[in-house]
């Protein structure tokens, strides 16, 4: 052991960079680290959105984006419900039981596809190749459309048709029902989308 005594003025400057060095260190770590938790976006982007439909009247739709997705809300007439059941043989699947898990949650497995009869909540995507379909409530006899058309929606880009439940007829390229996203009331009229813990 050497008896060589130590400067104090180097045993100061070496404390010092050490010490500027590790909180560097520390400066340097953070935001990096940071890289690994989601951004605000992405948070929001998964997030559920809560909507007013007191404003609804029979017959309107409302969209709003949840994961990036439109989902529209429509507030059905009795006569676009009491059209439903008579459509059952000529739909793909009446009763949602294909891929129920991805299409369909248990709440809405019913002939009106809904927790409330009235108010339709469904993912404003064909399910074929993604194209948004455009809204056909008016009945009869119309373009691309059969002449006993009772309402409902047509996909433009393949011709998919889908009744005022989101049900797809027989026949047409959309593999699959309307997508119903996991949903819950809050009151009569607030709409939570994205989350039904509460269902």
């Known amino acids: 052991m050497s008896d060589t005594p ?5 045993r100061t400057w070496l404390i010092a960079t050490g010490c500027a060095g590790a909180v560097g260190g520390v400066a340097t770590a953070v935001p990096f680290v940071s890289t690994f938790q989601p951004s605000e976006k992405a948070k929001a982007a998964g997030a559920a ?5 007191s404003q ?12 990036g997705k439109p ?30 898990d991805e299409f369909t949650p248990e709440y809405a497995r019913n002939g009106h596809r809904s927790i409330k009869p009235e108010i339709l909540v469904a993912v404003g995507i064909c399910p ?3 194209c948004s379909p455009t809204e056909k409530y008016v009945p009869g006899p119309q373009p691309s459309l059969p002449d006993d058309w009772k309402g409902g929606f047509l996909c433009p880009c393949h011709g998919s048709t889908f009744d005022m439940a989101g ?33």
Request: hydrophobic share 35%; proline share 10%.
């Open 6 to 10: 130590i400067d104090s003025s180097k």
């Open 49 to 53: 959105v809560e909507v007013d439909i």
């Open 56 to 67: 609804l009247k029979p017959g309107e739709r409302a969209v709003v984006e949840w994961r």
């Open 71 to 100: 989902v529209w809300i429509i507030k059905r007439t009795p006569e676009q419900l009491a059209d439903l059941p008579a459509l059952d043989a000529q739909l793909a699947d009446p009763k949602s039981e294909r891929k129920p």
């Open 128 to 130: 074929h190749l993604g």
């Open 167 to 199: 049900r797809v007829f027989k026949n047409k390229p959309s593999p699959d029902n309307l997508e119903i996203p996991p949903h819950v009331y809050l009151s009569d009229t607030r709409l939570l989308i994205g989350d039904d813990k509460k269902a």
